[in-house]
């Protein structure tokens, strides 16, 4: 039985191909939700507001209060820190849906590879107090390029061991399986100036015996994590995190919630 990762990846891409706007819901096999950020894209253009979705507790503990960048911030906070439609001139902006955020994780194979394989469900270890999710698609609409991106709220210093364990990994990590899918040629992106912090890296999925590459940029303002995910479905080596799409991201993170460098 394909996983859900695997299916959901095949899913998006006949959805981005066909330019579908229909929406599709996520499970996972025997009660598990092993979900990715691609699964993202099979929500472009279909609505799942409720006035919640997208805000995700990490593991079910309560968000801590403030807004500081030495403390974790409330989902609240991070839902007015996410982008809104408008935001990004030409870019549809969507909210993402717990479904699509699963808290549980599914260990990789190596172990070492974990911190990459937590990160395809903007999951991390230790877990995130609260999470809000975006899918961004355009300006070009025959760009089947899909960005999905996340605000992870942490302490500060769970904020600078994900970013520690995910650069360890990219050192240690060149290929693993994860939740009955392939992975290869991982290896290390220049990352941005941005933030206090930032680790790029990119991933070959090997779908369907399709190689599709795929790329992650993490940065950390203070205790806030902000994780992108670039996808081309329709075009595999036209693939990358836009830039102006993270600055713009982690501008308004700071804007919002602060930066506490240095703290």
């Known amino acids: 039985?394909?996983?859900?990762?695997?299916?959901?990846?095949?899913?998006?891409?006949?959805?981005?191909?066909?330019?579908?706007?229909?929406?599709?819901?996520?499970?996972g096999d025997d009660g598990k939700k092993?979900?990715?950020?691609?699964?993202?894209?099979?929500?472009?253009?279909?609505?799942?507001?409720?006035?919640?979705?997208?805000?995700?507790?990490?593991?079910?503990?309560?968000?801590?209060?403030?807004?500081?960048?030495?403390?974790?911030?409330?989902?609240?906070?991070?839902?007015?820190?996410?982008?809104?439609?408008?935001?990004?001139?030409?870019?549809?902006?969507?909210?993402?849906?717990?479904a699509d955020m699963p808290a549980q994780t599914v260990p990789s194979d190596p172990a070492a590879c974990q911190p990459f394989a937590n990160m395809f469900m903007f999951a991390t270890e230790p877990a995130a107090e609260s999470r809000v999710g975006r899918?961004?698609?355009?300006?070009?609409?025959?760009?089947?390029?899909?960005?999905?991106?996340?605000?992870?709220?942490?302490?500060?210093?769970?904020?600078?061991?994900?970013?520690?364990?995910?650069?360890?990994?990219?050192?240690?990590?060149?290929?693993?399986?994860h939740a009955d899918s392939r992975y290869r040629d991982v290896a290390a992106l220049p990352a941005p100036k941005a933030g206090d912090d930032a680790v790029s890296y990119k991933v070959v999925g090997v779908i369907e015996g399709q190689k599709t590459p795929m790329s992650f940029t993490v940065v950390r303002s203070g205790s806030t994590l902000a994780a992108f995910y670039s996808i081309n479905l329709l075009q595999p080596k036209k693939f990358g995190v836009p830039a102006k799409i993270v600055e713009a991201q982690v501008d308004k993170v700071e804007a919002q919630l602060g930066r506490a460098k240095g703290q």
């Open 34 to 98: 092993a979900s990715d950020p691609a699964k993202s894209a099979q929500q472009a253009g279909a609505s799942k507001d409720d006035g919640e979705a997208g805000a995700s507790k990490g593991d079910g503990g309560k968000p801590a209060a403030g807004t500081s960048g030495a403390s974790a911030a409330s989902a609240a906070a991070l839902e007015k820190a996410a982008f809104a439609d408008g935001d990004l001139k030409g870019y549809k902006v969507q909210k993402m849906s717990e």
């Open 135 to 177: 899918t961004l698609t355009g300006p070009d609409e025959l760009d089947a390029t899909v960005v999905s991106l996340a605000l992870l709220a942490h302490e500060k210093a769970d904020a600078e061991k994900v970013m520690d364990d995910l650069r360890a990994a990219t050192k240690k990590c060149t290929a693993y399986e």
């Open 1 to 27: 039985m394909k996983s859900t990762v695997s299916r959901a990846v095949v899913a998006a891409s006949v959805t981005v191909a066909l330019g579908l706007t229909a929406a599709c819901g996520g499970g």
